[in-house]
């Protein structure tokens, strides 16, 4: 089930009595945006990830585009004027290489500002412009399963699992099971003798840490899902008609354990060879 739209609601504060710098030009309710990574990373096999944010502000308006609207210490950003492409002043977590940022967009920018995100292995630059990652709205987010399907466990990949709790750092750790099913009964009828039916491969809770205050969301990540459950491994490429064999996939389901958690997850698969990445996204 999708969550409802809803619109983070910011009152302008009072510091000792007087108006604060946190209200200089507020733009209530602010709409939250998850940018899912952000920053430049060092990868295996000589890779260097890095990333490309850009917006585009189509309202009539000059909007308010901060990664904080309301945090003591923040420079307040300049307003976005209206019709323009810009690029957000928005930092990357200090704390871990690549995480993940919430962005928080102003009331007149609501539905009117779009935003592209893209990661590239800088390493590799002549050989593709990277691939494009979602950002997530308050419409996208997940509060009962989601489904990622055909996730690569085939050797020459390496898969990266990420989620993501959307709502800021309240002080407690937040958690979500995992299930990873083998793929071969997609593909077969009658099903092979070897094929699991019904029981997970994997089935484990993750704990989504590292969240700091509004600025950046709690989450769990599993760099390469085989080297962190060797069960994986076992899973088997699928034969085909005419002595083809797809590579070995699986299917991960994820569910929140935490009451009222919202959440959004998932994978990127990069090829060991070529470092081409792929965004697996939950299915729809």
Not at 85 to 108: H, I
Not at 182 to 198: E, M, N, S
Request: charged fraction near 15%.
């Amino acid at each position: 089930m999708r969550h409802l739209i809803l619109s983070l609601v910011v009152a302008p504060f009072l510091v000792n009595g007087a108006p604060s710098l946190l209200a200089q030009h507020a733009q209530v309710p602010y709409e939250r945006v998850l940018v899912p990574v952000l920053g430049t990373v060092n990868g295996a096999y000589g890779s260097i990830w890095k990333t490309e944010f850009i917006g585009q502000n189509e309202s009539d308006e000059a909007v308010d585009v901060t990664s904080c609207p309301v945090c003591l210490g923040i420079p307040e950003t300049p307003l976005v004027p209206p019709h323009s492409t810009f690029v957000p002043q928005v930092a990357p977590d200090s704390r871990r290489s690549g995480g993940g940022v919430f962005v928080y967009v102003g009331q007149p920018g609501t539905g009117k500002v779009t935003f592209n995100l893209r990661v590239q292995d800088t390493s590799r630059q002549e050989q593709t412009w990277g691939t494009s990652i979602p950002v997530v709205r308050e419409k996208d987010v997940y509060t009962t399963t989601l489904h990622l399907l055909d996730v690569p466990v085939d050797p020459r990949f390496r898969s990266a699992l990420r989620v993501y709790d959307f709502d800021t750092n309240d002080g407690d750790p937040k958690q979500v099971r995992v299930r990873v099913y083998d793929l071969c009964g997609a593909f077969f009828t009658p099903l092979p003798v070897d094929c699991p039916t019904g029981a997970a491969r994997i089935d484990t809770v993750l704990t989504l840490t590292g969240g700091a205050g509004p600025q950046y969301p709690s989450t769990a990540t599993v760099g390469d899902i085989v080297n962190a459950f060797p069960e994986l491994g076992n899973v088997q490429p699928i034969p085909q008609p005419f002595g083809d064999a797809r590579p070995a996939a699986v299917r991960i389901d994820i569910d929140p354990v935490t009451p009222n958690l919202r959440f959004w997850a998932f994978v990127s698969a990069t090829n060991n060879a070529t470092q081409h990445v792929t965004a697996i996204l939950p299915s729809e």
